[in-house]
């Protein structure tokens, strides 16, 4: 068998592949997917910008760095680095409706920020439609939980191309756009 | 959310089903082929405005190329079943007729993943050595010896089978 009746054979590999008709609604959600998690990248980054510009670093006793924004403001903890960072000691049992955990809290009581692998806070960092940063309700961005396998079809056939929710500045309130979830 | 570029649904659903079958090729796998596939869409999505005033295909097919690399490294490819079944089979067997579709596809899987493209590249999607060399992101040299080394080793595990029916 010469070289070139491989190479025909090769052309012939592939077996029937199925179209699905929706791809390109599916490529699209993917893409907002992605602008989801950049956006998350992008809320860490302004962030960090924040506590180099604006904010005065001190090395907290926890080990992780304290962004101290005055006696009126919520205090943001990022990560330590490195190895010769101080062990954390053993934290208190945080009260709930006070701290974040890793989230900013505004004047609500609501946390805002990314989504972590920990979890999520109340308001999700978003790039509403028109390119601005904001935050959605989480509550919102998940939509109706499906009660069955019959319900999920449901609301799948009632929004097949998804819905819109409202974004938000940082107060929850302050209505700047809309994010398209689909 | 950005809005939907111009001309990107046009060509999602024309050109799709060559790049499948390219993805096909580069996996092995219908499911995997597809996520490539869409994978590669997405992220060429926010580039279409300055994509599709050159060659989008060309893009797709790199982005696809660079994406089914890294996910390579990243899995585990299962375990590789030996060669020594052809010891067990008698003259005749009517398990020696084996497909020649799934002993390439089985020889295929089995190169390098950049001899794997390369093959695909030049051989499937008859693409130049410079274009595949453009893909790759490797030189016109390196491509000729990867598909080069890539396909003889398919016509190795062809000329195998054949040897194994004629007996």
Redesign the interface.
């Known amino acids: 068998m010469n070289l070139d009746q491989v190479a025909d054979r090769l052309r012939q590999l592939p077996p029937a592949l199925p179209q699905p008709a929706d791809r390109f609604d599916r490529v699209r959600r993917r893409v907002r997917r992605r602008q989801l998690r950049l956006a998350g990248a992008s809320a860490v980054g302004m962030v960090a910008v924040a506590a180099a510009t604006v904010g005065v670093l001190a090395h907290h006793s926890s080990g992780g760095v304290a962004i101290d924004r005055g006696p009126a403001a919520t205090t943001s903890r990022l990560p330590a680095h490195g190895p010769s960072a101080p062990p954390a000691p053993p934290s208190p049992a945080p009260p709930a409706p006070a701290t974040g955990g890793p989230w900013k809290v505004n004047a609500h009581g609501q946390t805002y920020g990314i989504e972590t692998e920990t979890g999520t806070p109340d308001l999700v960092a978003v790039i509403a439609t028109d390119g601005r940063h904001g935050y959605a309700y989480a509550t919102q961005l998940e939509g109706p939980r499906p009660t069955s396998p019959a319900d999920a079809l449901r609301q799948e056939r009632e929004d097949p191309n998804g819905y819109d929710v409202p974004v938000y500045e940082s107060d929850g309130t302050t209505r700047i756009g809309h994010f398209h979830v689909g | ?2 809005a ?1 570029p111009i001309g990107f ?1 046009e060509f ?2 024309a050109r ?2 060559a790049l ?2 390219t993805a ?2 580069l996996t092995g796998d ?1 499911a995997a ?2 996520d490539l ?3 590669a ?3 060429t ?2 580039h279409w405005a300055r994509v599709a005033e050159g060659r989008p295909e060309a893009y797709v097919r790199t982005v696809m190329v660079r994406l089914n690399a890294s996910w390579r490294a990243r899995r585990w490819h299962g375990e590789t079943p030996t060669a020594e079944v052809e010891a067990g089979l008698a003259p005749g067997d009517h398990q020696a007729q084996v497909d ?2 799934v002993v ?2 089985t020889a ?1 899987a089995r190169l390098p993943v950049r001899q794997r493209q390369a ?1 695909v590249l030049r ?2 999607d008859d693409l130049s050595v410079d274009e595949v060399a453009r893909v790759m992101g490797s030189s016109p040299g390196t491509v000729k010896s990867q598909s080069a080394k890539g ?2 080793k ?2 190795d595990a ?2 195998a089978t ?1 040897t194994l029916e004629k007996r």
């Open positions: 959310m950005t939907e649904r999602v659903v799709s089903p499948l079958r096909w090729m219908g082929a597809e596939l869409q994978s869409l997405a992220r999505w926010p020649d579709r390439l596809a295929l093959v051989y499937f396909l003889a398919l016509r062809l000329t054949d």
